[in-house]
């Protein structure tokens, strides 16, 4: 793989930036290029020379990641909105009422379509998340079916669900994998506090006055993960980002498991492992790809 190459499928920026950026480094190489045989050098010589001049395509990445990589206080905002919107939703007890869910459904939905459409620009991938929360909830439902209903809802919702998120995932990972784990960034927890309201692990049902009573500390951890969502927008290291994704997830859940005998030591180890995955899983998968496109070069 040459230097342009490795460069192109490593630079982790949105698109209009990355394709401007390309441009202008190409443009730089073909003037060095240009000195360099005037000084006497072959055409090839003086192309791999021009490139060797740039230095390191590792640090290269690195620098102009950090350059480009921190959003403004405007998309950290727009970012961080669907989190504080939920945030307000259960600090006012207007959720889950269903006219509540319905309004906030349509919403992210209309805004992550328009998001998508529009160069899927970073503050989309928080909005993207919570349209994968409606769909757990249901396939927690589908859990407590009797077996007749379990394999007629599976066969008409498994099949939709796993299409949408593989589509999602793949046109997601050929950006950045970071954006996948900030998408799915709200999953464990949300799971943690579904299990918190289900009635004996049933999750076709809920106790009200346990949610009614939980409500502040289900908006307390949502203002938790905007803020999050904030910090990780604002921040230039891709290290520090990751970082920054993953000790919310830790705190909260050990904070639901301290808090709620309902929710137990498995439950909680086994979304700490999901929030994980989720989190660090999509780093493996994109260097899987890298490699396979790299053989492929």
């Known amino acids: 793989m040459n230097y342009f190459t490795y460069l192109k499928n490593n630079l982790h920026l949105e698109p209009g930036i990355k394709s401007e950026f390309m441009e202008e480094l190409g443009s ?5 290029k240009k000195d360099l045989i005037e000084s006497g050098l072959s055409e090839d010589d003086a192309e791999k020379r021009a490139w060797q001049l740039l230095g390191s395509p590792q640090i290269i990445v690195k620098q102009i990641y950090e350059v480009y990589s921190q959003g403004t ?12 919107i939920v945030a307000a939703l259960f600090a006012l007890h207007l959720l889950p009422d269903l006219l509540s869910l319905i309004i906030l459904s349509v919403c992210t939905m209309i ?12 503050w989309l991938f928080p909005w993207l998340g919570y349209l994968f929360i409606p769909p757990i909830i249901i396939g927690l439902v589908l859990i407590n079916l009797s ?15 796993v299409l949408s998120l593989i589509l999602i995932f793949k046109q997601t990972i050929k950006r950045d994998w970071l954006f996948i784990s900030l998408m799915l960034f709200p999953v464990p ?15 076709l049902f809920y106790d009200e006055l346990q949610l009614y009573q939980t409500a502040s500390w289900v908006a307390l951890s949502c203002v938790v993960l905007a803020l999050s969502v904030v910090i990780f927008t604002r921040v230039r290291q891709r290290w520090a980002k ?10 909260i859940l050990t904070a639901i498991a301290v808090s709620y005998e309902r929710i137990g030591f498995w439950t909680v180890a086994i979304l700490m492992c999901l929030a994980f995955a989720l989190i660090f899983g999509p780093a493996f998968v994109e260097r899987k790809v890298y490699k396979e496109k790299s053989k492929g070069n």
């Open 28 to 32: 730089h190489i073909e003037d060095r």
């Open 242 to 251: 990751a970082g920054i994704l993953m000790i919310p997830e830790i705190v």
């Open 73 to 84: 206080w405007k998309q950290a905002l727009c970012a961080s909105l669907p989190h504080f």
């Open 189 to 203: 927890i949300a799971i943690g506090w579904i299990t918190v309201f289900s009635i004996d692990g049933y999750f």
């Open 147 to 161: 077996n007749q209903w379990i394999w007629i809802a599976s066969l008409l919702y498994i099949p939709f669900a």
């Open 111 to 122: 805004t992550a379509v328009v998001g998508w459409f529009h160069g899927r620009p970073t």
